[in-house]
Protein backbone atom coordinates (compact mmCIF):
# COMPACT_ATOMS: atom_id res chain seq x y z
CA UNK A 1 0.00 0.00 0.00
CA UNK A 2 0.58 3.91 -0.44
CA UNK A 3 1.35 3.90 3.78
CA UNK A 4 1.03 2.73 6.79
CA UNK A 5 -2.54 1.48 7.65
CA UNK A 6 -3.96 0.80 10.52
CA UNK A 7 -7.55 -0.89 11.81
CA UNK A 8 -9.81 0.27 13.41
CA UNK A 9 -9.72 3.47 13.16
CA UNK A 10 -11.64 3.67 16.71
CA UNK A 11 -12.11 1.37 19.25
CA UNK A 12 -14.31 1.29 22.76
CA UNK A 13 -13.74 -0.90 25.33
CA UNK A 14 -15.07 -1.77 28.63
CA UNK A 15 -12.66 -2.36 31.09
CA UNK A 16 -11.83 -5.99 31.38
CA UNK A 17 -12.15 -6.53 27.51
CA UNK A 18 -9.53 -7.73 25.55
CA UNK A 19 -8.85 -5.97 21.84
CA UNK A 20 -6.71 -6.43 19.48
CA UNK A 21 -5.01 -3.50 17.17
CA UNK A 22 -3.87 -4.23 14.06
CA UNK A 23 -1.41 -2.29 11.78
CA UNK A 24 -0.35 -2.68 8.12
CA UNK A 25 3.14 -1.54 7.15
CA UNK A 26 4.16 -0.21 3.78
CA UNK A 27 5.15 -3.06 1.56
CA UNK A 28 9.43 -4.27 2.17
CA UNK A 29 9.68 -2.38 5.01
CA UNK A 30 12.02 -4.16 7.50
CA UNK A 31 10.83 -2.51 11.05
CA UNK A 32 7.86 -1.54 12.67
CA UNK A 33 7.53 0.46 15.89
CA UNK A 34 4.13 0.43 18.50
CA UNK A 35 4.15 3.75 20.12
CA UNK A 36 1.36 4.87 22.38
CA UNK A 37 0.23 8.00 22.93
CA UNK A 38 -1.64 10.05 25.96
CA UNK A 39 -3.74 13.05 25.68
CA UNK A 40 -1.45 16.27 25.41
CA UNK A 41 1.82 13.87 25.46
CA UNK A 42 3.88 12.61 22.77
CA UNK A 43 4.44 9.21 21.11
CA UNK A 44 5.84 6.83 23.90
CA UNK A 45 7.51 3.87 22.75
CA UNK A 46 6.10 0.22 22.99
CA UNK A 47 7.88 -2.37 21.25
CA UNK A 48 9.83 -2.90 18.27
CA UNK A 49 10.11 -5.81 15.23
CA UNK A 50 12.55 -6.37 12.82
CA UNK A 51 11.02 -8.80 10.55
CA UNK A 52 9.35 -11.04 12.93
CA UNK A 53 11.51 -10.75 15.46
CA UNK A 54 10.63 -8.51 18.44
CA UNK A 55 14.07 -6.73 19.30
CA UNK A 56 12.90 -4.29 22.06
CA UNK A 57 9.78 -4.15 24.46
CA UNK A 58 11.22 -2.60 26.81
CA UNK A 59 7.94 -0.12 26.27
CA UNK A 60 5.57 -2.13 26.92
CA UNK A 61 3.46 -0.81 30.56
CA UNK A 62 2.89 -4.14 31.76
CA UNK A 63 2.29 -7.80 30.96
CA UNK A 64 -0.92 -7.30 29.75
CA UNK A 65 0.53 -5.71 26.36
CA UNK A 66 1.64 -8.15 23.90
CA UNK A 67 3.04 -7.63 20.20
CA UNK A 68 3.54 -10.26 17.20
CA UNK A 69 4.42 -9.50 13.66
CA UNK A 70 4.38 -13.54 12.76
CA UNK A 71 5.35 -13.51 9.23
CA UNK A 72 7.52 -10.07 9.04
CA UNK A 73 4.70 -7.80 7.64
CA UNK A 74 1.76 -7.27 9.48
CA UNK A 75 1.68 -7.05 13.50
CA UNK A 76 -1.21 -7.22 15.82
CA UNK A 77 -0.81 -5.60 19.41
CA UNK A 78 -2.77 -6.74 21.93
CA UNK A 79 -4.11 -5.38 25.23
CA UNK A 80 -5.80 -7.47 27.68
CA UNK A 81 -7.97 -7.00 30.34
CA UNK A 82 -8.24 -3.31 29.36
CA UNK A 83 -8.13 -0.71 32.42
CA UNK A 84 -8.61 2.92 31.96
CA UNK A 85 -5.35 4.48 31.71
CA UNK A 86 -5.00 2.40 28.78
CA UNK A 87 -7.02 5.02 26.75
CA UNK A 88 -4.67 6.43 24.23
CA UNK A 89 -4.00 6.65 20.85
CA UNK A 90 -1.76 3.73 19.46
CA UNK A 91 -0.04 4.88 16.47
CA UNK A 92 2.08 1.95 14.47
CA UNK A 93 5.65 3.12 12.33
CA UNK A 94 7.72 1.27 9.82
CA UNK A 95 10.53 2.02 8.11
CA UNK A 96 12.52 0.29 5.39
CA UNK A 97 15.89 -1.12 6.35
CA UNK A 98 15.79 -1.11 9.36
CA UNK A 99 18.96 0.94 9.73
CA UNK A 100 20.15 3.45 12.67
CA UNK A 101 18.72 6.31 11.42
CA UNK A 102 15.78 5.28 9.02
CA UNK A 103 13.20 7.44 8.99
CA UNK A 104 9.92 6.20 10.22
CA UNK A 105 6.75 6.46 8.71
CA UNK A 106 3.77 6.54 10.94
CA UNK A 107 0.13 5.35 10.45
CA UNK A 108 -3.10 6.99 11.14
CA UNK A 109 -3.41 5.78 14.80
CA UNK A 110 -5.98 3.95 16.78
CA UNK A 111 -7.88 5.76 18.92
CA UNK A 112 -8.53 3.32 22.16
CA UNK A 113 -11.28 4.68 24.50
CA UNK A 114 -11.81 2.40 28.04
CA UNK A 115 -15.12 2.95 29.77
CA UNK B 1 11.86 12.25 32.93
CA UNK B 2 11.75 13.35 30.15
CA UNK B 3 14.77 13.23 27.93
CA UNK B 4 13.47 15.45 24.96
CA UNK B 5 11.44 18.48 26.25
CA UNK B 6 9.36 21.32 24.02
CA UNK B 7 9.20 23.59 26.99
CA UNK B 8 6.62 25.81 25.00
CA UNK B 9 3.28 24.03 24.35
CA UNK B 10 1.82 26.51 21.62
CA UNK B 11 3.28 29.28 19.35
CA UNK B 12 1.86 31.85 17.19
CA UNK B 13 3.20 33.47 14.03
CA UNK B 14 1.68 35.76 11.24
CA UNK B 15 1.57 34.10 7.84
CA UNK B 16 5.38 35.05 6.26
CA UNK B 17 7.12 35.51 9.20
CA UNK B 18 9.77 33.05 10.46
CA UNK B 19 8.78 30.48 12.88
CA UNK B 20 11.08 29.05 15.32
CA UNK B 21 10.67 25.93 17.21
CA UNK B 22 12.97 24.86 20.00
CA UNK B 23 13.92 21.41 21.58
CA UNK B 24 16.25 20.27 24.19
CA UNK B 25 17.38 17.12 25.31
CA UNK B 26 19.46 15.52 28.30
CA UNK B 27 20.86 12.21 27.25
CA UNK B 28 23.95 12.93 25.64
CA UNK B 29 23.89 9.26 23.93
CA UNK B 30 21.12 10.98 21.50
CA UNK B 31 22.82 11.38 18.04
CA UNK B 32 20.30 11.45 15.66
CA UNK B 33 16.92 13.98 15.49
CA UNK B 34 13.93 14.39 13.87
CA UNK B 35 11.57 16.86 13.24
CA UNK B 36 7.57 15.72 12.55
CA UNK B 37 4.41 17.29 12.16
CA UNK B 38 0.93 16.02 12.68
CA UNK B 39 -2.39 17.56 11.59
CA UNK B 40 -5.63 16.41 14.08
CA UNK B 41 -7.16 12.63 13.74
CA UNK B 42 -3.61 11.68 11.52
CA UNK B 43 -0.30 10.12 12.20
CA UNK B 44 3.12 12.41 12.55
CA UNK B 45 4.26 12.73 9.27
CA UNK B 46 8.18 13.39 8.87
CA UNK B 47 9.72 16.64 8.29
CA UNK B 48 13.26 17.14 8.70
CA UNK B 49 16.26 15.34 10.52
CA UNK B 50 19.74 15.66 11.39
CA UNK B 51 22.63 13.72 12.78
CA UNK B 52 24.87 14.95 15.36
CA UNK B 53 27.66 15.11 13.09
CA UNK B 54 26.04 18.13 11.74
CA UNK B 55 24.77 21.49 12.86
CA UNK B 56 22.74 22.49 10.37
CA UNK B 57 20.14 20.96 7.61
CA UNK B 58 18.21 22.34 4.73
CA UNK B 59 15.04 21.55 3.17
CA UNK B 60 13.17 24.10 1.42
CA UNK B 61 11.62 26.47 4.12
CA UNK B 62 12.72 24.09 6.90
CA UNK B 63 16.25 24.17 8.15
CA UNK B 64 17.01 22.60 11.52
CA UNK B 65 20.04 23.84 13.45
CA UNK B 66 21.92 21.62 16.33
CA UNK B 67 23.94 23.08 19.02
CA UNK B 68 25.28 19.67 20.69
CA UNK B 69 27.22 21.30 23.54
CA UNK B 70 23.65 22.78 24.40
CA UNK B 71 21.83 19.86 23.80
CA UNK B 72 19.65 21.78 21.88
CA UNK B 73 17.88 21.85 18.32
CA UNK B 74 15.59 24.31 16.94
CA UNK B 75 13.21 23.98 13.64
CA UNK B 76 13.14 27.11 11.26
CA UNK B 77 10.33 27.71 9.11
CA UNK B 78 10.51 30.43 6.96
CA UNK B 79 8.41 31.91 5.31
CA UNK B 80 5.76 30.46 7.43
CA UNK B 81 2.06 29.67 5.60
CA UNK B 82 -1.73 29.17 6.85
CA UNK B 83 -0.96 25.57 6.34
CA UNK B 84 2.11 24.87 8.55
CA UNK B 85 -0.53 25.61 11.39
CA UNK B 86 -0.09 21.59 12.98
CA UNK B 87 1.48 20.25 16.23
CA UNK B 88 5.43 19.83 16.04
CA UNK B 89 6.90 17.41 17.26
CA UNK B 90 10.91 16.67 17.51
CA UNK B 91 12.14 13.51 18.31
CA UNK B 92 15.78 11.66 19.20
CA UNK B 93 17.37 8.50 18.84
CA UNK B 94 20.67 6.64 20.19
CA UNK B 95 21.18 4.85 17.03
CA UNK B 96 24.85 3.66 18.39
CA UNK B 97 23.16 1.87 20.92
CA UNK B 98 21.50 -0.53 19.07
CA UNK B 99 17.95 0.74 19.34
CA UNK B 100 15.99 2.43 16.28
CA UNK B 101 13.40 3.61 19.46
CA UNK B 102 12.72 7.32 18.98
CA UNK B 103 12.07 9.47 22.12
CA UNK B 104 9.28 12.34 21.72
CA UNK B 105 8.79 15.83 23.23
CA UNK B 106 5.54 16.66 24.28
CA UNK B 107 5.07 19.06 21.28
CA UNK B 108 4.31 22.45 20.17
CA UNK B 109 0.68 23.35 18.72
CA UNK B 110 2.32 26.10 16.02
CA UNK B 111 -0.48 28.68 14.61
CA UNK B 112 -0.10 30.87 11.74
CA UNK B 113 -2.39 33.56 11.16
CA UNK B 114 -3.17 34.88 7.63
Keep these: GAGVSQSPRYKVAKRGQDVALRCDPISGHVSLFWYQQALGQGPEFLTYFQNEAQLDKSGLPSDRFFAERPEGSVSTLKIQRTQQEDSAVYLCASSLKGAMGDTQYFGPGTRLTVL | ?114
Design chain 2, 1 to 114: DQQVKQNSPSLSVQEGRISILNCDYTNSMFDYFLWYKKYPAEGPTFLISISSIKDKNEDGRFTVFLNKSAKHLSLHIVPSQPGDSAVYFCAASATQGGSEKLVFGKGTKLTVNP
